[in-house]
């Protein structure tokens, strides 16, 4: 629920963000002279955040409808599964191809079962997943009256697949974050939209509550899949199906079982070896995950299918229904691309450099998430990318409103998220020691290790919060944000969240961060990691100067009219920054593919 407006002192009440800013009347905030898009220039033109929509007129500003819908989201309802799926029925003896046509000769297995003629690649593709004795199939959840794919052209409606590799319903990760969000603005539009996510039961359960909470029908289904581990011990892995409030198909692997199945020990090295080879000669646990993967694509018939992962990437290459689909890259960090100093920096991102670089090369699209990420690829790659900001919905509240702007100068704190080496964790633990007085706040993410948190809780004046899902919980403690980074970052959505809110933000120039900063001050100077790295894989960070970090901080905290100013002109340009993003510019860009063009 949007907060509202307290008298306390200490809770955040709205500023007024349109136009000429006042906070303090001797502190008036001009903006006419900063260029808003100096740093972040999309290869699209932009435009007002609202969507065009039949008879309305392109520059009506977004007004808020009673149900809290607005301009950005549209107000279309939820898709059923029947209308986000279509029909794909495979038989054992008959199974289906991309031109609609069967292959009934084949022999038969130990259970008298036909198997799939050997021209059949669909049939073949789907002939080693386990039977499913007691759940509902996969293929009976797809729509008897499903539209053929020829006519996407006719009726401008894509579909798209996306394959989420962050676990959980709705994890503290910014790349799963911007995933989603891609989406929903997708199927806000009245495209049909799936994802393969990893959740557990708990969290299916309560996201299918709250809907019906809301007097919606979650359709939930679930599929079972009978699989053994490397020990030969055999689990139930439940696929359970349900479209969430948003109206995206999830389709939502066990994460229980498939941490047992596929711990990431095995996990990283089984796709190595399906990279590398091919489906038949990978473990039974790497070829069960695969044919699942390319069933479900089967199913849900995209028009697209978009991803940050190898395992997808060639799933989708060798997929039978390939000529039918394009395949979407997206680049969330220089570590996951096969080439240039920073390549498999951080584990999973990136395994087989020499075979996913020619796959990439393929793609139809890649869309880099910064200009720096568009950069590096084109230096180190010859790699072409579409950069595009991400989705405006990515950077609203959770009621998917503009987010509130605080007014944080009575809080005392200094936030990090995410405090490790390669974010910067030593310009916080110097920025700590060099300023006693002043308290730090972190929040663990995915990139602190134990050790990383053991040396930040022997710091007095440092406290260590668990990861959140609520920003919220950030937003009411601190009063200034850091974002020290030293990797090459990609764009650093916390960043645009806590201006979004007229949280000052002292932010590193390391990679897309200066882009995120959007022109606002500060941006400081670091000396980035190279590459090179630690035995234990960790890169190996160089020595920073915090001399300006300190002054920079320090002045936020104990000059209140310096604050005063900087928060009312970062709340300001923030805002405008995002009205100024075109909230059609991923599905205009998906759309031009559908002429066979590569983008």
Not at 316 to 332: C, M, Y
Not at 535 to 558: C, F, H, R, S
Request: contains cysteine; glycine residues 6%; negative net charge.
């Amino acid at each position: 629920m949007a907060r509202e407006p307290s008298n306390e002192t200490n809770s955040p009440v709205a500023v007024p963000v349109a136009g000429l800013q006042v906070i303090d009347e001797d502190l008036p905030l001009i903006t006419e002279h900063l260029d808003l898009n100096e740093h972040t220039k999309p290869d699209t033109p932009v435009s007002p955040l609202t969507e065009t929509k039949p008879n309305t007129p392109a520059n009506t500003p977004a007004v808020s409808s009673p149900n809290g819908t607005n301009g950005v989201n549209g107000d279309k309802p939820p898709l059923t599964i029947t209308d986000l799926c279509r029909n794909l029925t495979v038989e054992s003896s008959k199974a289906a191809t991309p031109d609609n046509k069967s292959s009934d000769d084949g022999d038969s297995d130990a259970n008298g079962r036909e198997k799939p003629n050997g021209g059949d690649k669909l049939a073949k593709l789907l002939a080693s997943v386990p039977e499913n004795p007691t759940g509902i199939s996969v293929d009976q959840l797809y729509s008897e009256n499903a539209i053929n794919i020829q006519d996407i052209e006719n009726n401008g409606k894509m579909r798209v697949f996306l394959t989420q590799t962050a676990q959980g319903l709705s994890p503290s990760s910014g790349g799963y974050k911007a995933n989603y969000c891609f989406l929903v603005q997708l199927a806000k539009r009245g495209h049909a939209c799936a994802q393969i996510c990893y959740a557990y039961e708990s969290e299916i359960n309560r996201a299918c509550e709250e809907l019906e909470k809301k007097g919606k029908d979650s359709q939930r289904r679930h599929e079972d899949v009978f699989v053994t581990d490397k020990y030969n011990k055999l689990h139930r892995f439940v696929i359970t199906m349900f479209v969430n409030d948003d109206g995206i198909l999830n389709i939502a692997l066990d994460r229980n079982v498939f941490n047992v199945v596929w711990p990431t020990k095995e996990f990283f090295p089984g796709i190595i070896e399906y990279l590398e080879g091919d489906v038949q000669n990978v473990s039974p646990q790497m070829r069960t995950l695969v044919n699942l993967f390319g069933q479900h694509i089967s199913g849900f018939r995209p028009t697209h299918v978009v991803f940050n992962d190898a395992l997808t990437m060639k799933v989708a290459a060798n997929h039978p229904l390939r000529p039918w689909f394009k395949r979407i890259g997206i680049i969330h960090t220089a570590e996951q691309l096969p080439f240039g100093p920073f390549s498999q920096g951080i584990l999973g991102h990136c395994l087989s450099p020499k075979f996913e670089v020619g796959m990439l090369h393929d793609l139809d699209g890649i869309w880099s998430v910064s200009k720096a990420i568009q950069d590096y690829s084109k230096k180190y790659g010859n790699l072409d990318t579409k950069f595009l900001v991400h989705s405006p919905l990515t950077y609203l509240d959770s009621n998917r409103q503009m987010p509130l702007v605080r007014y944080n100068i009575d809080k005392v704190a200094v936030g990090m998220v995410n405090p490790c080496p390669h974010k910067g964790m030593d310009i916080l633990v110097g920025l700590a020691k060099e300023l006693p007085d002043v308290k730090f706040v972190t929040w663990a993410s995915w990139g602190s290790e134990k050790e990383h948190l053991e040396t930040l809780n022997s710091i007095p004046n440092i406290e260590v919060m668990p990861t959140t899902r609520d920003t919220d919980e950030i937003w009411d403690t601190i009063k200034i944000l850091i974002a020290p980074s030293v990797w090459h970052e990609a764009w650093g959505i916390i960043v645009t969240e806590a201006q979004l809110r007229g949280i000052p933000v002292v932010a590193s120039n390391a990679g897309g961060l200066p882009e995120a900063k959007i022109g606002l001050p500060y941006v400081i100077p670091v000396n980035m990691v190279t590459g090179k790295r630690h035995p234990n894989g960790y890169y190996v960070v160089p020595e920073q100067d915090i001399t300006e970090w300190k002054a920079v901080v320090e002045g936020l905290m104990t000059n209140d009219r310096k604050y005063k100013r900087v928060a009312t002109m970062t709340a300001a340009v923030a805002a405008h920054w995002l009205r100024g993003l075109d909230p059609l510019a991923h599905e205009k860009w998906l759309l031009s593919m559908m002429d066979d063009g590569k983008e």
